[in-house]
């Protein structure tokens, strides 16, 4: 089985994309053949800045490799090193109705939210099929908010094999984890950096007791029983508690009596905890800079060489070149 993912460098990652996608894609590292990339080429569509973009780039490898990604176990790539993405989608945007595009939230989303609407943007999905389509994937484990982009691949897969082959393309499956396909952010909505509503994974601890402080909640008096539904301290305590202390907080919360600080306080100690391996993994990956560009080195070449095999497949078949 071949499991395909990538995670925009677009900013730190946040705990919505630890648990909605990482954490599903790192287990299963050792299910199949992983292929986990940096998607680069993606955020060209939010990122103008090239030295940003770059820093962005190598945190977010280090932060794959700080939760545990094994490049002896699976191949983690830099998207652009592998230039084949992008000839595949030109190729795969020919046979790509318009609609299918125009019907993808996030595009609308984006833009509600001030990205501007260049092509690139409007024209994502296609690359994204390109990422899944030119490995082969069976897999692909995402946060629900990507899964029409999943579906919007297998359509372009079919489309291409109705025109020039059965078998010329591999349909993918999406891999939506559903008790985290959600993880609220610290107003309630969805955790998002658009939303400017995130836990860093990575949150330096006094930044992070301010942010858990800052997290909206109803004005329930101390003594009454608290809500647990639509809870978002609750609700990211499940995350990173036992399910021991996670049953005690939702007592707690039923009993009355306790107030929101005090449930804070257990999450920012869970939350700590939880993590506390990570960061230190995270600063001994840090301090040695040599082993993360052999990682991408190695990644970049190990991915390439089946990407240029199937582009290589797809050019006979639609008729380029000899
Ligand atoms: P953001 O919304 O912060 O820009 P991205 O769109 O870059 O995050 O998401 C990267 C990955 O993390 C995707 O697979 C997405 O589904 C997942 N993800 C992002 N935010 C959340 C969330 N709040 N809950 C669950 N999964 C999320
Ligand atoms: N579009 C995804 C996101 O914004 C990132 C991504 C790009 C991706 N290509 C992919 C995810 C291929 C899975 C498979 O989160």
Redesign the pocket.
């Known amino acids: 089985m071949r499991i395909?993912?990538?995670?925009?460098p677009s900013g730190r990652l946040h705990i919505g994309n630890y648990f909605g996608m990482m954490e599903a894609a790192l287990k299963l590292q050792h299910e199949g053949e992983a292929f986990y990339f940096i998607?680069d080429y993606?955020s060209l569509t939010s990122i103008h800045d090239g030295k940003l973009l770059r820093s962005h780039v190598r945190d977010l490898a280090i932060d794959f490799l700080a939760c545990g990604l094994d490049p002896a176990k699976c191949v983690l790539f830099r998207q652009s090193d592998v230039p084949e993405h992008t000839e595949l989608a030109w190729i795969l945007s020919t046979v790509t109705p318009m609609g299918l595009l125009e019907r993808c939230h996030s595009y609308k989303d984006k833009i509600a939210n001030g990205i501007s609407p260049s092509h690139g943007l409007f024209a994502?999905p296609v690359l994204?099929a390109a990422?899944?389509l030119i490995y082969d994937s069976d897999v692909?484990p995402?946060g629900r908010d990507?899964k029409q982009?999943v579906e919007v691949t297998r359509d372009i897969a079919v489309k291409m094999n109705l025109a020039f082959g059965d078998g010329l393309l591999k349909v993918p499956e999406p891999r939506i984890r559903e008790e985290t396909a959600v993880v609220p952010g610290l107003d309630g909505r969805k955790m998002s950096k658009s939303y400017d509503n995130t836990i860093q994974l990575f949150e330096e601890p006094g930044a992070l007791k301010k942010k858990i402080m800052r997290i909206v909640m109803d004005s329930t008096p101390l003594e009454a029983p608290k809500p647990i539904e639509n809870n978002s301290v609750l609700d990211l305590y499940k995350l990173v508690a036992s399910p021991a202390d996670y049953q005690t907080m939702v007592d707690d919360h039923l009993r009355g009596g306790i107030g929101y600080g005090d449930f804070k306080k257990r999450l920012l100690e869970a939350m700590l905890a939880h993590f506390a391996p990570f960061r230190e993994r995270r600063a001994e990956i840090v301090a040695d800079p040599a082993y993360v560009n052999r990682v991408l080195a190695e990644g970049a070449e190990k991915a390439r060489a089946i990407a240029r095999k199937t582009l290589d497949r797809v050019r006979a078949a639609v008729g380029l070149g000899d």
């Open positions: 395909l993912s990538g995670l925009q998607a993606h994502y994204m990422d899944i692909v995402v990507q982009h």
